[in-house]
T-cell receptor
Framework: AQSVTQLDSQVPVFEEAPVELRCNYS??????LFWYVQYPNQGLQLLLK??????LVESINGFEAEFNKSQTSFHLRKPSVHISDTAEYFC?????????????FGKGTKLSVIP | DAGVTQSPTHLIKTRGQQVTLRCSPK?????VSWYQQALGQGPQFIFQ???????QRGNFPDRFSGHQFPNYSSELNVNALLLGDSALYLC???????????????FGPGTRLTVL
């Protein structure tokens, strides 16, 4: 079985300040890792994903996440946030093993950017 | 290019009734997954359909059933509705590649189901 823990349910941060949203996972097998963003009254949008290779992955809008296998973490960071980054962020994991297709999500972190 | 679409947007039902939710995948996608997102929670996997068959199922009772049509669209049916079934139901589509679980899932806007 796999699980995801998002350590902060809400994170307020001032505009142009850096932010880190924490995610830890538990799995007995190799995993794929994802971050999704959900704006109010909308579905989820993929922000970035780690499948293999370089442990640092980046999105087109300035977010990055680093896969740390020893700490079973996949924290999301941005050096300078904008008002438009206000949303809920979900970390998700899937098993890389055969026959496993589901995404397991954390409970989400609400990021509020303060002007 | 149309993304994932879901209908209806909102739905209100009473306990014991049955409901059908619909999903059209993103163009070119052949796999559909359904998730339930309760208020304040992350989405929970219900099941996934590929080639018109249920490929994997999450921890949901048999009251939840689905179907995939030859054009890859999908339906989610819930029988004997309970108050606890009130949630946002999300459909996600993907294109099956050798990556399997690593295939990117694209989500629709969801159907908000309220059970009274």
């Amino acid at each position: 079985a796999q699980s995801v823990t998002q350590l902060d349910s809400q994170v307020p941060v001032f505009e142009e300040a850096p932010v880190e949203l924490r995610c830890n996972y538990s799995s007995s097998v190799s995993v794929y890792l994802f971050w999704y963003v959900q704006y109010p009254n909308q579905g989820l949008q993929l922000l970035l994903k780690y499948l293999s290779g370089s442990t640092l992955v980046e999105s087109i809008n300035g977010f990055e996440a680093e896969f740390n296998k020893s700490q079973t973490s996949f924290h999301l960071r941005k050096p300078s946030v904008h008002i438009s980054d206000t949303a809920e962020y979900f970390c998700a994991v899937s098993s890389s093993g055969a026959g496993s297709y589901q995404l397991t999500f954390g409970k989400g972190t609400k990021l509020s950017v303060i002007p | 290019d149309a993304g994932v679409t879901q209908s209806p947007t909102h739905l209100i039902k009473t306990r014991g009734q049955q409901v059908t939710l619909r999903c059209s995948p993103k163009s070119g996608h052949d796999t559909v997954s359904w998730y339930q997102q309760a208020l304040g929670q992350g989405p929970q996997f219900i099941f996934q359909y590929y080639e018109e068959e249920e490929r994997q199922r999450g921890n949901f009772p048999d009251r939840f059933s689905g179907h995939q049509f030859p054009n890859y669209s999908s339906e989610l049916n819930v029988n004997a509705l309970l108050l606890g079934d009130s949630a946002l139901y999300l459909c996600a589509s993907s294109l099956r590649t050798s990556g399997g679980a690593g295939d990117t899932q694209y989500f629709g806007p969801g159907t908000r189901l309220t059970v009274l």
